[in-house]
């Protein structure tokens, strides 16, 4: 239950991108804050998790998150460095980034399955947020080509994430 509660307010707080779309959307300085909160979260519980669980399993898709967001960061840093555009935070990389908080706080009370589940079970809905926020919003509000490019490149690798998730999801059952 913990862990859905989580997803949701992550879901939520990525909708909330979707709803800022349908005003103005949100700017290539927000779409990098968001982008970079994301993986920022995903990179602090893949760290969690991997220092935590006592499945093998869990712990190298931990290692790989970790990797794997981390890299996306370097990206996303390495390109608004490039077009000198300052991440501007905005609500929704604000709720992201509480709602990844909250998440850690929850998780390091749980030990052994129940973490492990825990923490399957929000990289899922996670996973699932994003690709619905990247496919609504980021890429079609990204007004940079370079922007919008790095976003189409790495969505593939969210696919394979979410894909990696649930497979291990349906193994922690």
């Known amino acids: 239950m913990k862990s859905l509660y989580m997803g949701w307010i992550l879901v939520t707080a990525l909708s909330?991108?979707?709803?800022a779309a349908t005003d103005s959307g949100p700017t290539d300085a927000q779409i990098a804050a968001i982008v970079?909160?994301?993986?920022?979260v995903d990179v602090d519980a893949g760290k969690l998790a991997a220092s935590t669980s006592a499945s093998k399993d869990v712990r190298s898709f931990a290692n790989l998150m970790v990797a794997d967001h981390s890299a996306v960061n370097r990206s996303a840093t390495e390109l608004v460095q490039k077009l000198n555009v300052k991440p501007q935070p905005s609500q929704t990389s604000?709720?992201?980034?509480?709602?990844?908080d909250g998440n850690l706080a929850k998780l390091k009370l749980l030990?052994?399955?129940?973490?492990?589940k825990a923490y399957i079970d929000n990289e899922v809905t996670y996973h699932e947020a994003v690709l619905d926020?990247?496919?609504?919003?980021?890429i079609p509000d990204a007004d940079n080509a370079e922007l919008k490019a790095l976003l189409i490149k790495v969505r593939p690798a969210f696919v394979a994430h979410l894909a990696h998730a649930k497979h291990l999801q349906g193994q922690l059952k």
């Not at 909330?16 to 709803?19: M, R």
């Not at 926020?133 to 980021?138: F, M, N, Q, V």
């Open 36 to 40: 970079v909160t994301a993986n920022q």
């Open 133 to 138: 926020a990247l496919d609504k919003t980021l």
């Open 16 to 19: 909330g991108c979707a709803s």
């Open 94 to 100: 604000s709720e992201l980034q509480a709602a990844g």
């Open 111 to 116: 030990k052994g399955a129940a973490f492990d």
